[in-house]
């Protein structure tokens, strides 16, 4: 496991890495994009591009899952001034939870006030199809139930509250334009909305695993996604999130079928067109992200 103590991934670590981007960025970024396995098209929508490396970045935690580019891209997409991660860390590349999530607070300290993410999910919902993009309403944390969560250890009020409430994590107000946009790009057949639960990983999840999930309420499962949210959320951006079903968990001890990685990157390939029409024409309609 990681040997990284707080001054890898603290304030003054953020802010220098903040600062070194500022100093070299051609804008100040308001949306932050997050794009997961197979989704890294949407940074490829980005117009005047300036492209740097997750290993130049100073402090910058690298991804090293096939399907995850690395590249911090930044540009404007729809004549709105963006920043996109092309691929993200997680924790079970070994990585401390706080520095996995180091990339919102740099996000918040770049100037970005409204946080996308989407990622590859397996779904549980037994209504839901492969190729479903579903609008996370709510999320389960199941490494914070074990204490692992992104706050963990000390506070730093720079970047937000001891307690911050999570009722609120996702914001309403681009689920309802999400849900717009949806039925006038003709995606209605495929958009869904559901409780999005993240595990540790890397091993796939068990049937009986799958079972209990589904039981407590959740739609879809995966391994990214909340602890950034926690993060954004702490640091008070707004939040909207996507998963890309690209996969059904396996339910029944008679079924044939095994998840796998290349699976997800496919059904990426396939719907990644249509995602990215949906977050580009979302974007478009933000006037400001604080004013949706």
């Not at 409204?114 to 999910?121: F, H, P, S």
Request: charged residues 20%; contains cysteine; glycine residues 10%.
């Amino acid at each position: 496991m990681s040997s990284e103590s707080i001054t890898d991934y603290g304030y003054e670590a953020c802010k220098a890495t903040a600062d070194w981007l500022i100093g070299q960025a051609p804008v100040r970024p308001l949306v932050g994009i997050v794009c997961g396995s197979g989704l890294g098209g949407l940074a490829d929508m980005l117009k005047d591009q300036k492209v740097f490396n997750y290993s130049d970045i100073p402090n910058f935690p690298k991804s090293t899952v096939h399907g995850h580019a690395g590249r911090l891209v930044f540009g404007t997409l729809k004549g709105k001034p963006c920043v996109c991660m092309q691929g993200r860390s997680h924790l079970y590349e070994g990585y401390a939870i706080q520095k996995v999530t180091m990339p919102m607070r740099i996000f918040k300290l770049l100037g970005v006030e409204m946080v996308i993410l989407t990622n590859a999910a397996g779904g549980l919902n037994q209504d839901f199809k492969v190729g479903d993009i579903m609008i996370i309403k709510d999320h389960i944390n199941m490494p914070g139930f074990a204490g692992n969560n992104p706050l963990f250890g000390p506070n730093d009020e720079r970047f937000g509250t001891r307690f911050p409430c999570m009722s609120d994590a996702y914001d309403k107000q681009m689920g309802q334009l999400a849900r717009e946009v949806g039925v006038e790009l003709g995606f209605s057949d495929f958009i869904k909305e559901g409780v999005y639960c993240v595990v540790g990983g890397p091993s796939f999840e068990t049937i009986a695993e799958c079972r209990m999930l589904n039981l407590v309420g959740a739609d879809a499962v995966g391994m990214s996604t909340v602890h950034e949210v926690i993060v954004a959320r702490h640091s008070g951006m707004r939040v909207f999130a996507l998963s890309l079903i690209t996969n059904k968990a396996v339910m029944d001890y008679d079924s044939e079928s095994k998840a796998n990685h290349e699976e997800v990157l496919e059904t990426g390939k396939l719907r990644s067109q249509q995602l990215v029409k949906l977050v580009s024409t979302i974007v478009s309609r933000m006037t400001q992200p604080n004013d949706v």
